[in-house]
């Protein structure tokens, strides 16, 4: 198999395709598939889309290379190519790789993640085992094997494994001086990075691409989508000026690269950062309806989160609570907006509870692990009215660190009025500093009610006197009118008619009144 000599593989493809025979051209692009997909890519897709379907069949790795293939694989046509034993013992080492290769980009573009792992844990166990100088000569496909195997590890949130892949991937790149190799794989490792929170790392990674050209027409479409992708996420959590435009510059929500769930994330997290939760909800749905549902996946928990935390923000905690339910195995962002929800409606229990069980998550990047302390700030301003000196001090340290102003901006205008407040004179002024320009939102502080206040307010709308409500739950009158009372002061209201309208806005009422 032709590994590194791009002239001869060029040569006998146009042999082959004036021939006119098309197992013949088939089978010469399999033998020369690597060094005709990196150097003479156009030629290799029109040989491809010129073959019989009858043909392509027999050649997965083909069959992928068709323009149409990742189209239809994300809709209708699902393409999930299976090699049975025997045919595998007819391959060589190398056309053995590629055509695992292939299944790992086939079934990752179909919507099988779980069967895309596997096929990728295969594919790096088998080159992990293969001796020096195998799997391609000095310019052959090892990277780019690397490389699918981060991509993969990537798109199922496996952001560690993902890095280490890249790292691999950008080293031979560099030993080899392949470019293409060295920029893709840092597009991609600065995408990790932003997902992991480390927001410096990724901006560095950012900042050594741009030494390399742009890839060829192979790569080209995956590196910049990622690098934009990356990018945009890096601006949103800072909170950049440029935040928008670099928002525009993304791939389109139909994308078929593998950084669209990224790319939808920043765009998802923009838009709620700016407080347009309807525009965050609408970009999602047009995502989420031009791919496969990748159940388990990282796009699945961008899909997850981004609604949860949109509906959250419009009030709808109804529905956004009705969708954390129906999520099965929620992923580290799915859990972190359930927290948010709790905390809009006002159930701190659930909240400090979900809180502690994202603490004992050892695979917990820093970025989130910051969102989960801004989220523990609300949490004990909610619970106790104030903010202990120990809690401001982290707050105040996080409004200063550039690189976590998104998260600071999701919390509570009356929090941060609080922290503004407590903080010492001499720090008041660099807090509000570090915080200016951000959009704070002004969220109904849910009351902590006791039972018996519970009981009288969903009775309100059941019972049309006192003395009603009174013999319904058998307690006095004057007991009604005592719980009355401290709910007419503790959700700001006057009336039964506004104790019931708050109750519901707030999400207080239920069927039974616990």
């Not at 190398?94 to 295969?122: C, K, N, P, W």
């Not at 890249?166 to 490792?189: C, K, N």
């Not at 929090?415 to 903080?423: F, H, K, Q």
Request: proline share 5%; with cysteine.
């Amino acid at each position: 198999m032709n590994n590194s000599d791009p002239d001869r593989a060029s040569g006998e493809l146009d042999d082959a395709v004036r021939s006119g025979a098309p197992e013949a051209v088939a089978r010469t692009a399999m033998e020369n598939i690597w060094p005709l997909f990196q150097h003479h890519h156009a030629a290799l897709i029109s040989a491809v889309v010129a073959l019989p379907e009858a043909v392509l069949d027999r050649y997965p790795v083909l069959r992928l290379l068709h323009p149409v293939t990742p189209v239809l694989a994300r809709t209708t046509h699902p393409f999930k190519p299976l090699v049975y034993p025997e045919t595998a013992r007819e391959l060589s080492r190398e056309e053995l790789d590629i055509t695992l290769l292939a299944q790992v980009i086939a079934f990752r573009l179909s919507g099988d993640l779980a069967a895309s792992v596997t096929y990728a844990d295969r594919l790096d166990e088998r080159i992990g085992r293969a001796p020096v100088g195998a799997s391609g000569e000095t310019d052959g496909p090892r990277w780019y094997l690397h490389f699918q195997i981060g991509s993969t590890r990537l798109a199922a949130g496996q952001f560690s494994r993902a890095l280490a892949d890249f790292a691999t991937a950008r080293q031979l790149g560099q030993l080899t001086s392949q470019g293409d190799a060295v920029r893709m794989a840092l597009g991609r490792m600065a995408l990790a990075h932003a997902m992991r929170g480390s927001i410096d790392d990724a901006q560095r990674a950012i900042t050594e691409l741009g030494r390399y050209d742009v890839p060829g027409a192979a790569h080209v479409d995956a590196a910049l989508t990622s690098e934009a992708a990356a990018e945009a996420l890096i601006a949103v959590e800072r909170q950049d000026p440029d935040v928008d435009a670099l928002l525009e510059r993304l791939e389109p929500f139909d994308s078929v690269e593998v950084s669209w769930p990224f790319a939808l994330l920043a765009r998802a997290r923009g838009l709620i950062a700016q407080q347009q939760p309807e525009h965050a909800l609408e970009v999602v749905r047009l995502a989420d309806e031009t791919h496969p549902r990748l159940h388990g996946s990282f796009a699945s928990d961008v899909i997850a989160s981004a609604r949860i935390s949109a509906l959250a923000m419009l009030g709808d905690t109804a529905h956004a609570r009705e969708l954390v339910d129906g999520v099965r195995h929620p992923g580290t962002l799915t859990k972190i907006a359930a927290v948010r929800l709790a905390l809009h409606e006002g159930r701190l229990d659930a909240a400090e509870a979900g809180l502690s069980r994202l603490d004992r998550d050892r695979n917990l990047g820093p970025g989130q692990r910051s969102e989960c302390l801004v989220l523990s700030v609300w949490a004990q301003f909610d619970r106790s009215g104030r903010l202990e000196s120990d809690v401001l001090c982290r707050l105040r340290r996080l409004a200063e660190n550039r690189n976590a102003r998104r998260m600071v901006g999701s919390l509570p205008v009356q929090v941060i009025d609080a922290a503004t407040v407590g903080l010492a004179p001499e720090l008041r002024a660099r807090f509000v500093d570090d915080t200016s320009g951000l959009l704070f939102a002004d969220v109904d502080s849910r009351p902590m009610l006791t039972k018996g206040e519970l009981r009288v307010l969903n009775a309100i709308a059941q019972y049309p006197t006192t003395a009603a409500i009174a013999a319904a739950h058998h307690i006095s009158p004057n007991t009604v009118k005592s719980h009355l009372k401290s709910l007419y002061r503790k959700l700001g209201c006057s009336t039964r008619d506004e104790a019931a309208k708050a109750g519901s806005r707030l999400g207080l009422l239920t069927l039974d009144g616990d």
